[in-house]
């Protein structure tokens, strides 16, 4: 018959408890990143001229209640004109971003901005 020593049970348990932990945090990831998905795919309002980028991304992240994060190599401050009435959010992103020579990425349940590659 099998003999477990306590040791032998506070690892199993240990191994089962991060397999849990990993499980959980995988499901919640890709949860949060079909949610940002599906809000890429729904009608957004833009309306700005010469605004600063984080504004605009502020005003995005709270209207669609999505994280919109900007890289560390953008600069905030760029001024952002843009007017887009019942497109996508994801086509106004597509079109507002190039000329500023940036485009968008999704990332750990984030819409993140970032140079663009050449």
């Known amino acids: 018959m099998f003999r477990f020593t306590i040791r032998d049970v506070l690892w199993l348990t240990v191994v089962v408890g991060l397999a849990v932990a990993l ?3 995988h499901q919640q990831a890709s949860a949060a990143r079909q949610r940002v998905i599906a809000e890429l795919q729904k009608p957004t309002t833009i309306d700005v001229i010469q605004m600063p980028l984080t504004d605009t ?3 995005l992240s709270m209207m669609h209640r ?5 890289a560390d190599e953008v600069d905030q401050d760029l001024p952002v004109t843009a007017k887009h009435s019942g497109v996508p959010l994801r086509t106004a992103l597509e079109t507002t971003l190039p000329p500023l020579n940036l485009e968008f990425r999704i990332k750990d349940g984030c819409i993140l901005i970032e140079p663009r590659r050449r």
């Open 57 to 59: 991304m502020i005003y």
């Open 66 to 70: 999505i994280p919109v994060v900007l």
């Open 23 to 25: 499980a959980i945090q």
